[in-house]
């Protein structure tokens, strides 16, 4: 099966483009929000809309949990799919919904600003931050089986007896719940406070000194990490320092629903103790 990707960050419109971009690439289905879509139907999954809150939305998304990974193999495996879009808010992230679906590295990505200009991404933006609106590349008929939150208008005039092109089926707009409560921050000290309780259960590491978080400006693109420690005499430093970057890593995405670009660790220094001795001798 190949995979298509088709990446832009959250709100810019990939959801109201998905179908266009799926027959132009000649994808037989579409991965998008936790759902299998093919056609005008949905075939497997659990959206992510349904969710509470956009953390929670995103550990749907790209498949945290096995159950939800397995039924999606299942149908993947089932429905005889040649070409698959998929989408997501990253590069990353795509290539996570892949690894937990056990599918092949993309082929081919489309970004959103190849196939959107500036003014229709700034609408797409304004639409999903002052109005919480969603799009699902389905019609509502199909989706309210799969969806509690409520519908917005229709995308579309259902009476014009203009024939619509394949690529211009019916999606619809919807406002989940968790668009109601607001935008969600993550303090740094958040993340700060999730690393030192990961370094302190390491037996390794003696102190941590120090904790940077820098965001970048469009945070899809992820963050960076850098952790100063103290760590005990006798350890193997390299075989530590990866571990504890891994460690971090997969806690604070799972934690946070956060892209960590890189985790840099610095060695101040060595400290002995008696119990860290007598597991040497």
């Not at 949905?42 to 969710?51: D, V």
């Amino acid at each position: 099966m190949e995979v298509v990707a088709f990446v832009g960050p959250s709100g810019t419109g990939k959801s109201h483009r998905a179908i266009g971009v799926a027959f132009d690439n000649n994808c037989d289905a579409i991965i998008d929000d936790g759902l299998l879509i093919k056609g005008t139907k949905i075939l497997a999954g659990t959206s992510a809309k349904n969710e509470d809150n956009r953390i929670q939305a995103v550990k749907r998304a790209i498949f945290t949990d096995d159950e939800h990974a397995r039924i999606m193999r299942e149908a993947l495996a089932e429905n005889n799919i040649r070409r698959l879009l998929v989408i997501g808010t990253s590069d990353n992230m795509v290539s996570k919904i892949a690894v937990r679906l056990g599918l092949n590295a993309p082929v081919k990505t489309v970004y959103i600003n190849q196939v959107a200009n500036k003014s229709e991404i700034k609408r797409a933006r304004y639409a999903r931050l002052h109005g919480g609106k969603h799009i699902v590349p389905v019609p509502s008929v199909e989706l309210k089986p799969h969806f509690t939150g409520y519908f917005a208008n229709l995308p579309y005039n259902i009476f014009s007896t203009k024939r619509r092109h394949k690529k211009d089926a019916d999606r619809s707009i919807v406002r989940p719940t968790f668009s109601f409560y607001g935008k969600l921050l993550i303090a740094d000290t958040v993340i700060e406070d999730i690393i030192k309780i990961i370094a302190g259960k390491a037996q390794s590491v003696d102190k941590v000194t120090g904790i940077r978080v820098r965001r970048r400006s469009d945070n899809s693109k992820g963050i960076v990490i850098a952790i100063e420690v103290i760590l005990c005499y006798g350890v193997q430093i390299f075989n530590i320092t990866k571990q504890l970057q891994a460690k971090i890593k997969e806690k604070v995405e799972y934690m946070t629903a956060m892209h960590v670009k890189n985790v840099n660790v610095s060695i101040r220094s060595l400290s002995i103790h008696d119990t860290v001795k007598r597991k040497i001798v």
